[in-house]
């Protein structure tokens, strides 16, 4: 067995970083902004209108959502905070379903310290049963996130595994499985939520350091090397590296 207290130490400060941050899910998929990112910008929640469809009333009513929520967006940035909120509300009257209204609605109250009213408005879209599938899935995702945040793990868990069933291809999903399975002390669960996520983006760097991590404090070192060689393809300059790679293979007990 080895022992890794330097390493562990270490690795388990940025995990919990991460968890306490609640680091936005992988870059490039704007429908994944948190209540910790930015806002989603309108229009990212519905198809585009065919040329029939562009004149119906149900489209010209997405249009006054849409242009509600910009109006929202461009408030916030001006740090008009409660005509941002009065916008998002006024979309969810028109549109209950409109997914940017709602997340950008309950990002705000997060940042505010209103975690009762965001977790209130992320149940309510959750309740909603014509809510789409992966709209419903991101919504799962962040009243997980917002749970986990107030160590409500084994429900934010629940969640995290309704997410997994929506949107089954969303890996940063398994990510925070694993962080909360760690944290709870299952480890051997921890490993295969995150290499469920591994498999969907094997060049992610935070994925990467919490399976060196997971695999070294779990004893399985030549996993560890291999994840931390990986690592050092995907982020060859991070200055952390050489100094980790030492310390796992040094404590490493033949």
Known sequence: MMQLPPFAVGFQCRVAILLILLLAPCAGSPADASPAGDVVPAGLASAPATSSEADTPSAANERRVERHVERANAALQAGRTQAAIDGYREALDLDSDYLPARVNLAML?????????????????????????????????????????????????????????????????????????????????????????????????????????LNATQGHVSEALAAMEALRRVAPDDPQLGRLEHQLKGQAVP
């Open 109 to 213: 109250y997060s940042r505010q310290g209103e975690t009762e009213r965001s977790q209130a408005l992320l149940r309510e879209g959750l309740a909603n049963a014509d809510t789409p599938r992966r709209d419903r899935g991101h919504l799962a995702y962040l009243l997980a996130l917002s749970l986990a945040e107030q160590g409500e793990y084994e429900t934010a868990l629940d969640w995290l595994a309704r997410d997994a069933e929506w949107r089954p291809e969303h890996a940063r999903t398994f990510y925070n499985q694993a962080l909360l399975l760690d944290r709870l002390g299952r480890q051997a669960a921890a490993l295969d939520a995150l290499y469920r996520g591994l498999r969907l983006t094997p060049e992610s760097p935070d994925l990467l350091y919490a399976a060196v991590y």
